[in-house]
């Protein structure tokens, strides 16, 4: 299984029917289209997933800023048609365009020349985030790949960096109970500064993603630890977004042990 992978509904390089015909030609039974602030990745490869055989669960990646920091909480199991998360991931498109502008005249002020509306047509049938900024200003030379722009300039704290409209870990972890599935902590050994979990856990965090691609055998081994001691739900995926991406691990490349049994979730999901 693979519960994080992104399609070109977020920042990802490839359609969901191509992810859906991946995880089959893998054998991978089970996967989860965890897009930025999006739902189009999840609905249109259900159709595809259904036809391959592939067990395909709602998800969504949503970024959190705020007093407790920038998180990513994903979100599963929940019903993509409640107006609730509709809502929401139509706001956070009209706020990510806003922002995205500002950022761009920012970085034009620095002298990087780059067009806004450019970074518009790459995201293309995505939502914009800061990813296609990065390719932006390596197509027009300024840097050689995406992380070094990501790095130097839009990171949280570089020269064009923005602050984004507040939405916190706390009011993600709430949307997704509000619209029926269950919050997950992504990619917590990742973060550069402490996870504030005690807090995450008074708010009815449901659990952790311990196996990412980017986590080292010891950082794995203490999340596992921490999820058994608070009694969190354990999550795990590659965070693909395409093999020339800034997160190339192929879809599956994660192995998840013990596997993930739905049915826990199910039963974790009905004694909210």
């Known amino acids: 299984m693979d519960l994080h992978i992104h399609s070109i509904y977020s920042d990802g390089h490839w359609t969901p029917a191509e992810i859906v015909k991946e995880a089959k030609d893998k054998g991978i039974e089970m996967i989860a289209i965890t897009d930025h602030d999006a739902l189009e990745g999840y609905e249109v490869g259900l159709k595809v997933a259904e036809q391959e055989g592939v067990k395909l669960i709602s998800g969504i990646e949503l970024n959190t800023d705020g007093e407790l920091g920038e998180m990513h909480i994903l979100g599963y199991l929940f019903d993509a048609k409640h107006p609730r998360i509709i809502e929401h991931v139509q706001w956070r498109k009209n706020?990510?365009?806003?922002?995205?502008?500002?950022?761009?005249?920012?970085?034009?002020?620095?002298?990087?020349?780059?067009?806004?509306?450019?970074?518009?047509?790459?995201?293309?049938?995505?939502?914009?985030?800061?990813?296609?900024?990065?390719e932006e200003l390596v197509e027009t030379g300024y840097f050689h790949d995406q992380q070094a722009a990501y790095d130097t300039l839009l990171r949280k704290g570089q020269p064009a960096y923005v602050q984004r409209e507040a939405f916190s870990a706390i009011d993600a972890i709430n949307l997704?109970?509000?619209?029926?599935?269950?919050?997950?902590?992504?990619?917590?050994?990742?973060?550069?500064?402490?996870?504030?979990?005690?807090?995450?856990?008074?708010?009815?965090?449901?659990?952790?993603?311990?196996?990412?691609?980017?986590?080292?055998?010891?950082?794995?081994?203490?999340?596992?630890?921490?999820?058994?001691?608070?009694?969190?739900?354990?999550?795990?995926?590659?965070?693909?977004?395409?093999?020339?991406?800034?997160?190339?691990?192929?879809?599956?490349?994660?192995?998840?042990?013990?596997?993930?049994?739905?049915?826990?979730?199910?039963?974790?999901?009905?004694?909210?």
């Not at 029926?180 to 008074?202: C, M, N, Q, R, T």
């Not at 203490?222 to 977004?241: C, M, P, Q, R, T």
């Open 95 to 134: 706020e990510r365009l806003a922002w995205g502008r500002k950022i761009v005249e920012q970085l034009q002020l620095l002298g990087y020349s780059i067009s806004f509306d450019d970074c518009v047509e790459r995201a293309g049938q995505g939502v914009l985030v800061r990813t296609h900024i990065a």
């Open 176 to 272: 997704i109970h509000d619209v029926g599935g269950l919050a997950f902590l992504a990619h917590p050994g990742i973060y550069s500064f402490e996870v504030p979990l005690d807090i995450l856990l008074k708010h009815r965090l449901d659990g952790i993603e311990v196996y990412h691609s980017k986590h080292t055998a010891e950082t794995i081994a203490y999340w596992l630890e921490v999820a058994n001691k608070n009694d969190l739900l354990i999550s795990g995926g590659s965070d693909f977004h395409g093999p020339h991406s800034r997160n190339p691990y192929p879809i599956g490349s994660v192995k998840i042990q013990p596997s993930i049994q739905l049915e826990q979730w199910e039963r974790r999901m009905a004694k909210r």
